[in-house]
T-cell receptor, first 111, second 115 residues
Framework: EADIYQTPRYLVIGTGKKITLECSQTMGHDKMYWYQQDPGMELHLIHYSYGVNSTEKGDLSSESTVSRIRTEHFPLTLESARPSHTSQYLC??????????FGNGTRLTVT | AQTVTQSQPEMSVQEAETVTLSCTYDTSESDYYLFWYKQPPSRQMILVIRQEAYKQQNATENRFSVNFQKAAKSFSLKISDSQLGDAAMYFCAYVAQGGSEKLVFGKGTKLTVNP
């Protein structure tokens, strides 16, 4: 069973607030990913990292930013949340080869 | 660019029956992986089954099996003896081996299991 953790599980926050979504994995995986998913819809890759100090933007443009200072930690930050950011955010990791292992997700609502 | 197409937005099956979910993909690569992921409502995305393109034998995991047709670029998932717990969104995914290794997902199929 994969050990990848996301916090918080649910977050309701007002417009303009800064938020950080946490993602940690204990498997020593080099590769980590952030996906954005509206309920019941497809996944869109917004950020990925292939190792410490390596981050890249994904296929879907996002106003969020990420950092990868430690192998196990890949937080996602929104400097100023807006209602358009309301969505589910899924973190995933993988070893050198697939498959990806997913966290439980953070469901973000911006009011 | 690689694409993954799931042509069935929704499917339903009676408990204990068999259902097949379709997936096609487009790629010019010869070495790649294919996956089926399951996402129950408000729960974690989990891997159901995987297939390496170089393997001709279809992958099987208990009640889940695939029909991998490389020439046709088709990768369907068969669920036998369907259970209520199988109800979920199912996503087909592709990744090229040795490339950027970013998974490409289909749009998903919502499976309902009727008691």
């Amino acid at each position: 069973e994969a050990d990848i953790y996301q916090t918080p599980r649910y977050l309701v926050i007002g417009t303009g607030k800064k938020i950080t979504l946490e993602c940690s994995q204990t498997m020593g995986h080099d590769k980590m990913y952030w996906y954005q998913q509206d309920p019941g819809m497809e996944l869109h890759l917004i950020h990925y990292s292939y190792g410490v100090n390596s981050t890249e933007k994904g296929d879907l443009s996002s106003e969020s930013t990420v950092s990868r200072i430690r192998t196990e930690h890949f937080p996602l930050t929104l400097e100023s949340a807006r209602p358009s950011h309301t969505s589910q955010y899924l973190c995933a990791s993988s070893a050198r080869r697939p498959p990806l292992h997913f966290g439980n997700g953070t469901r973000l609502t911006v009011t | 660019a690689q694409t993954v197409t799931q042509s069935q937005p929704e499917m339903s099956v009676q408990e204990a029956e068999t259902v097949t979910l379709s997936c096609t993909y487009d790629t010019s690569e010869s070495d790649y992986y294919l996956f089926w992921y399951k996402q129950p409502p408000s729960r974690q995305m989990i891997l159901v089954i995987r297939q390496e393109a170089y393997k001709q034998q279809n992958a099987t995991e208990n009640r889940f099996s695939v029909n991998f047709q490389k020439a046709a670029k088709s990768f369907s998932l068969k669920i036998s003896d369907s259970q209520l717990g199988d109800a979920a969104m199912y996503f087909c995914a592709y990744v090229a081996q040795g490339g950027s290794e970013k998974l490409v997902f289909g749009k998903g199929t919502k499976l309902t299991v009727n008691p």
